[in-house]
């Protein structure tokens, strides 16, 4: 069943500053989205609208069927945790909590009740009469989720929620909302995000968002393993997939891509005919190379590797070493299982497998194998 | 009634009616003419947020078109106006007799002569002890001291210095410390200071700095303690004395402050009237436009050249007035 | 970028003077004292009878002083003892005034030490001791005569008195009086001050944070209207006052410093209302509150800073102002009269009176000063609010 409903959604400020357009998205009962994009994507913007903090400039929002668009947000059914966890700061997490129920006129049996209810669920028991100033960071952001939930809203909006938090806290957060999550399956959630591991470990589907519309929306796997465009691409997955430029040689159920930078590419996705000698990008994520020796591939001339040169840099993370390979526009990442530190200075070879080698039509983003999936 | 109960019940009332007026004006929004119920719920409650801001600014802007605003206006009807001549129109008549009063060009110079020293004396005073109190353990008792004439009515600070500048005949005993000090360092007959022509002005100058000079030094104190750190540990890296780190370093970081600071004093030394009315009333040389202008609408009941004599105010006024504005639009962009 | 958080840090950095230090501290305490020095007068003076005021500056009051007093005259009543006719007394008031010198012409006023005996003219003598009591003997009944006056030099410690105080407070129906001016002032400062701040925080937080048409250009007005001076308005309002009939009083005078006071205190709790997290102020709102409901459950408690600082500058401004109070308050009944004013009359009629002048002058800045010294904190942060950019 269809909770949230986008139709052609835009937002502009004042006449010609746009900042989203012919937003399309269907929301159903239960699920988390996550919205995730570089910073003034219009992430933000879009939940604000959803929220009803922002006008929407065209389009319909539907929430449960009904038309929004010019409802206040406290009509809209829907509840928002904000970046700063908003508590207010005269009110103790208690009064923080029952504020909403008391707007409405609920009576203090009910809030008592709800308030409690919510409190045991998220260990707020013993906080319950302190001041936000007397909580940690963790447990302001819990407190905030608790106002949330008290109001047994249709939808819950979260705007950024961890990125308040040092690094081991929002871990722990994570771990907590997602078990939150499937506490409560029927509760439809939106979360915005610009960090893809929370999008990447949260989200039932992801929305990418990038120049004021939706770049691809998906789970977060096939976001991975099918990228749209160079932008889903490369901003899913970390470090980003290495983009090499070439023109395909062979078309058929295989592609064959002879690359600017003397290498071959070879990749499942298939092309027909017509695609002969058009101009494409490549894609490898660093993971997905594999080495040989250049030397050896250079005299033998045969299994032509897709990328060889010196290595003149390796980072030793630990579990993985990282190695830079100059090419014509930035570098060539590589990443490798275990620590290979002794490569550096070496002239190496690159090879893929073709099931993990993307293509991309130049100029246009768009890629060939769209229809494969 | 006892003046004291009458004083509470009409306080009370007073402002109990300025309460009751958001709050009734309130209820009747959200519950009288658009409550937030029925099938026309968000169309009320947008309409009601489409008012309410109007509710919540009427009587503040009533207040300001009323008091300040209408004003600026009718006084400059009032000068070119003549009241005794059944409210005719005469013109810049009222400026011409005001140019010609030897007593309009005494004050004119004597205020420009306000604006030229008070200002910098304040200022530098100012910057000078938060610099020196910034060093010390005891910096914030001291500036606390030096702030405190602030809390002084003009009146109060008039007879404060007036004590200072008393004057006994010369043989008695000088009860007045300047005088005591200039008797008995110069062994001279005791001055009557507030009588000496052109210098007099001075006298009177010291109590508006010595009120000003705390508000100057606080806030640029605090401009002092916002510059970084780094910028100063930096120049002493680079072997900077504490003059030269002063004045290279510290003051370039905070001349918008600096510039703050003296504006605000200049638009107060402007509307400068209390220290002068109680302490010379403008006698011996001493008069400013404040309290010519008083002078004018008060005791010779003219209405045109006091109004005039307002409009001059508030001409020397509006180059900070357009300017204060300027800053601030730019402040909304 | 770190900003310094102790105002020692200056003095922390390696191999700095000590004598430059010294330096600083000296001309610190001087700028001090200087600057005190004229309060401080004020305040002892208010502790002075009159004849202390006009006799000796108030810096000497603090220590014993030696010094030639004004004659007295030898008064009292006649008996007789031993054939003689005597008059006994006392010179000073005070037990704690000694006796160095005394003489019995102007031009010797310094004849005699305490103890000793004048032989006068006409068979009379007198004797003083070092602590002022005197014995006075003649051969003939002095009844009718004018006795002698005695010029003395003696030394006295510091010596205070309430006397003033209870004269200009409690004494009630004298012209002098300050007791009903300063209920005046009170009625006049409190809602004077209350009225405006309340005005001014709905305005503030309307044009802080509520969306309507024109908004940018308020908020320039309040700007503009921030420096027009006041003295603009007196002819204007006065007319006006009188045309809808509040005339004089203070129903006048708090509407005149409700509009005075209306810029800054705009200005101010709109730049303190605008920093206040808009996260906050959102969630209010999706928690269904309305403006109304924000702004007194939310803003008001959390601006409490602000309106302190702006209550502070407007409870001192009006408690100081004369020339509004005597624009619009004071009619010619004096009924109405507020402190400021009653000093400015005092300083005309008492004029040479500083044990009543300063004793006015004091009894009207205590209160500014408690407030001062209390509040000072919320002050400074409302100058700084106001000013810094």
């Given at each position: 069943m269809t909770e949230l409903k986008l139709t052609n959604v835009s937002k502009r400020y004042g006449n010609n500053v746009e900042v989203l357009r012919d937003i399309n998205l269907e929301i159903n009962q239960g699920e988390l989205v996550v919205f995730v994009g570089p910073s003034g994507c219009g992430k933000s913007t879009l939940l604000r609208m959803i929220a009803g903090l922002e006008k929407i400039s065209g389009g319909t929002l539907e929430i449960d069927g009904v038309r929004v668009n010019d409802f206040p947000p406290s009509l809209r059914g829907i509840a928002m945790v904000f970046q700063s966890y908003a508590l207010y700061p005269h009110m103790t997490v208690r009064e923080n909590m029952a504020f909403a129920l008391k707007i409405a006129k609920k009576s203090k049996a009910e809030i008592k009740e709800a308030i409690d209810n919510v409190a045991r669920i998220l260990q707020l028991e013993p906080y319950?009469?302190?001041?936000?100033?007397?909580?940690?960071g963790g447990q302001r952001q819990r407190v905030a989720i608790g106002r949330s939930i008290v109001r047994d809203p249709k939808v819950y909006l979260f705007d950024e929620p961890l990125s308040n938090l040092d690094a081991a806290l929002r871990v722990a957060t994570r771990l907590e909302i997602a078990q939150l999550k499937e506490q409560m399956p029927d509760s439809t959630m939106v979360y915005v995000t610009h960090d893809q591991v929370e999008a990447m470990t949260l989200a039932d589907r992801i929305v990418v968002l990038a120049d004021q519309s939706i770049a691809q929306v998906g789970a977060p796997l096939a976001l991975y393993e099918r990228p749209n465009n160079e932008f889903v691409a490369q901003f899913i997955g970390s470090p980003a997939m290495n983009l090499l430029s070439g023109t395909i040689s062979a078309t058929g159920p295989q592609t064959t891509i002879r690359l600017d930078s003397g290498g071959t590419a070879r990749s499942n996705v298939p092309s027909s005919a017509a695609m002969q000698g058009a101009a494409v990008n490549v894609g490898v994520r660093p993971e997905d190379f594999s080495l040989g020796d250049a030397n050896a591939i250079a005299d033998s001339g045969s299994a032509a590797a897709l990328f060889s040169g010196q290595v003149d840099i390796t980072e030793a993370l630990g579990e993985v070493t990282l190695l830079y390979l100059p090419a014509e526009n930035g570098r060539i990442i590589v990443k490798l299982p275990g620590i290979h530190q002794g490569l550096r200075g070496q002239n190496i070879a690159l090879y893929a497998d073709p099931a993990k080698v993307h293509i991309f039509l130049a100029g246009q983003s768009l890629l060939t194998y769209k229809d494969h999936a | 009634m006892s003046p004291l109960m009458q004083g509470v019940t009409i306080i009370v009332v007073g402002v109990g009616l300025c309460v009751s007026y958001f709050f009734l004006s309130n209820w009747l929004l959200d519950r009288v003419f658009l409550p937030a119920r029925g099938q026309h719920i968000d169309r009320n409650i947008n309409r009601a947020n489409a008012i309410r801001p109007w509710l919540f600014l009427l009587p503040a802007v009533i207040a300001l078109a009323v008091y300040l605003a209408y004003p600026v206006f009718e006084t400059l009807r009032l000068s070119l106006f003549d009241r005794d001549q059944g409210n005719a129109f005469i013109g810049l008549a009222n400026y011409q007799q005001m140019f010609s009063e030897p007593k309009f060009w005494e004050a004119l110079t004597n205020n420009l002569l306000w604006l030229l020293v008070v200002p910098a004396l304040s200022t530098v005073f100012g910057l000078l002890i938060a610099q020196l109190t910034d060093r010390l353990w005891w910096g914030n008792i001291a500036k606390s001291l030096i702030f405190m004439p602030m809390a002084i009515s003009f009146v109060g600070a008039a007879v404060i210095w007036k004590l200072v500048y008393d004057a006994r005949p010369a043989g008695t005993e000088q009860i007045g410390v300047l005088n005591a000090l200039y008797t008995f360092f110069s062994g001279a007959e005791p001055q009557v200071w507030l009588t000496l022509p052109f210098w007099n002005n001075f006298f009177l100058m010291v109590v508006l700095i010595w009120i000003q000079t705390g508000f100057a030094m606080v806030i640029l104190s605090a401009a002092l303690r916002g510059i970084p750190e780094e910028t100063i540990e930096a120049a002493v890296v680079d072997g900077a004395n504490p003059l030269q780190i002063f004045f290279r370093i510290k003051v370039p970081q905070i001349t918008s402050t600096i510039v703050v600071v003296w504006t605000t004093i200049t638009i107060t030394v402007l509307k400068v009237f209390d220290i002068v009315f109680a302490m010379t009333n403008g006698q011996w040389e001493t008069q400013v436009l404040a309290n010519y202008m008083f002078d004018k609408l008060f005791r010779a009941n003219d209405w045109g050249v006091g109004s005039a004599a307002a409009m001059i105010i508030m001409l020397l006024v509006t180059p900070l007035l357009i300017w204060n504005v300027i800053n601030a639009r730019k402040e909304l962009k | 970028m770190r900003v310094r958080s102790s105002n020692k840090a200056m003095g922390s950095f390696v191999g700095q003077r000590p004598a430059l230090s010294w330096a600083v501290h000296l001309s610190m305490l001087f700028i001090v004292f200087l600057w005190l020095f004229p309060t401080v007068g004020l305040f002892i003076s208010s502790f002075r009878t009159a004849d202390q005021i006009s006799s000796s500056g108030w810096w000497s009051s603090l220590s014993t002083q030696e010094q030639q007093r004004s004659p007295i005259r030898i008064t009292g009543t006649e008996t007789q003892d031993k054939g003689l006719y005597v008059v006994v007394g006392k010179l000073f008031s005070s037990e704690a005034v000694v006796l160095r010198a005394w003489g019995t012409s102007s031009k010797r006023p310094n004849e005699y030490q305490p103890g000793a005996t004048a032989q006068l003219k006409r068979g009379r003598s007198l004797t003083i001791d070092a602590d002022g009591r005197y014995r006075f003997t003649a051969q003939q009944s002095q009844a009718g005569k004018r006795l002698p006056r005695v010029f003395t030099t003696a030394s006295s410690p510091p010596e205070f008195t309430f006397r003033n105080y209870d004269y200009i407070?409690?004494?009630?129906?004298?012209?002098?009086?300050?007791a009903k001016a300063f209920l005046n002032t009170f009625t006049v400062t409190i809602p004077a001050t209350i009225i405006p701040i309340l005005f001014a925080a709905f305005a503030a937080y309307a044009l802080a944070w509520m969306e309507f048409p024109g908004r940018s250009i308020l908020i320039a007005a309040v700007v503009a209207l921030l420096v027009v001076p006041l003295q603009l308005a007196l002819i204007p309002l006065l007319k006006f006052h009188n045309e809808i009939g509040i005339g004089k009083g203070y129903l006048g005078v708090w509407l005149a410093h409700t509009g005075f006071g209306l810029p800054l205190a705009i200005y101010l709790l709109r730049n303190y209302m605008v920093s206040l997290p808009r996260d906050i102020i959102e969630n209010a709102r999706v928690d269904g509150a309305t403006d109304f409901q924000i702004f007194t459950r939310i803003i008001l408690p959390l601006s409490f800073p602000a309106l302190a600082s702006f209550a502070i500058f407007q409870f001192l401004w009006v408690w100081n102002d004369l020339l509004v109070a005597r624009v619009f308050l004071i009619d010619a009944s004096g009924q109405t009269t507020v402190m400021t004013n009653q000093i400015v009359e005092l300083l005309g009629t008492r004029g040479g009176n500083w044990e009543i002048l300063a004793t006015a002058a004091f009894v009207s800045i205590v209160v500014p000063l408690l407030v001062f010294f209390v509040m000072q904190k919320y002050l400074v942060r409302g100058l700084l609010a106001g000013s810094v950019k």
């Open positions: 319950l009469d302190r001041l936000p100033k007397a909580l940690s | - | 407070l409690f004494q009630g129906d004298n012209s002098d009086s300050m």
